[in-house]
């Protein structure tokens, strides 16, 4: 079993098995079966409904390719996206769709893999492109996953949590009311390569990068920086927000990553 290293936008290294084509070709075979009958039922359901309003042969064509597109694109696109990256196939085999950098895949990701299996798939009607491009992707992936970055992996080894960065207290509640969908990764991963280095770091280059990273991160956020307070603090509190809306919840005390200064401390540097 092949393993890859991911590092996610928090800079945490995380080794993965990559899922090779015996397992992803019998989770693919389980969905097919639950596409089939998917299909089937819609197909069934939809003809009856139009027999029963007297609707002519035109709208049941159109029927039946709203049904096929339902249960070939719909299912995986609406599996994945509920269940961050696992269809029915995937969990019975213990298998699913991660991002490029190990964080757990959205819509866009799903749709964008749903819509490329009609190439790895259904071009030729034997999934033989999917298997010819895996065999030449050093992460096994199909089409599908180069073009919405995205591995499949082994979902059944439990991994460990990573060090995460802590909060000032008196900046949580302003850190919860960001929309950090404008926060990149390679931003994130800049972050906290800063709050690691800080204690390394001249008190000039603190400043000076730290004031950099604030004006930097805060545009992207479409926010205005805080006014009296050390980029230590605000970058530490975008930073803890963000792992804690992506990350699951530990089940025993994590390592901090930045520890807080005192509230003594913390109205010196003010």
């Not at 945490?12 to 009958?37: H, K, N, S, W």
């Not at 992506?246 to 509230?263: C, D, G, I, K």
């Amino acid at each position: 079993m092949g393993r890859a290293l991911f590092t996610t936008g928090e800079a945490v290294a995380v080794e993965l098995p990559i899922a090779r084509i015996p397992t992803r070709a019998a989770a693919f075979l389980l969905d097919l079966i639950v596409q089939f009958m998917l299909g089937v039922t819609l197909v069934l359901l939809f003809q009856a409904l139009l027999v029963w309003i007297g609707a002519d042969a035109a709208w049941r064509d159109a029927a039946l390719l709203v049904a096929l597109v339902c249960a070939a694109i719909g299912y995986p696109v609406v599996f994945e996206t509920l269940t961050r990256g696992r269809s029915l196939g995937k969990m019975a085999v213990g298998l699913r769709v991660v991002r490029a950098d190990g964080g757990p895949v959205d819509f866009k990701h799903a749709v964008t893999r749903g819509l490329a299996g009609i190439v790895d798939f259904w071009v030729l009607g034997t999934g033989l492109i999917a298997v010819v491009v895996s065999l030449c992707s050093p992460q096994g992936r199909r089409v599908g996953d180069a073009l919405a970055g995205t591995v499949v992996v082994h979902d059944r080894s439990r991994l460990p949590f990573a060090a995460l960065a802590a909060p000032p207290p008196w900046l949580a509640g302003w850190a919860r009311q960001l929309d950090l969908s404008g926060l990149s990764d390679e931003q994130a991963f800049a972050v906290r390569q800063y709050l690691l280095r800080f204690r390394t770091l001249t008190p000039e280059v603190q400043d000076r990068l730290g004031r950099a990273l604030v004006v930097s991160v805060c545009a992207s956020l479409r926010t205005a920086p805080l006014n009296g307070y050390p980029p230590l603090q605000i970058l530490g509190a975008v930073l803890a927000e963000r792992q804690r809306r992506q990350l699951p919840p530990p089940s025993f005390p994590p390592r901090q990553l930045v520890t807080p200064p005192s509230p003594v401390t913390a109205l010196r540097s003010v």
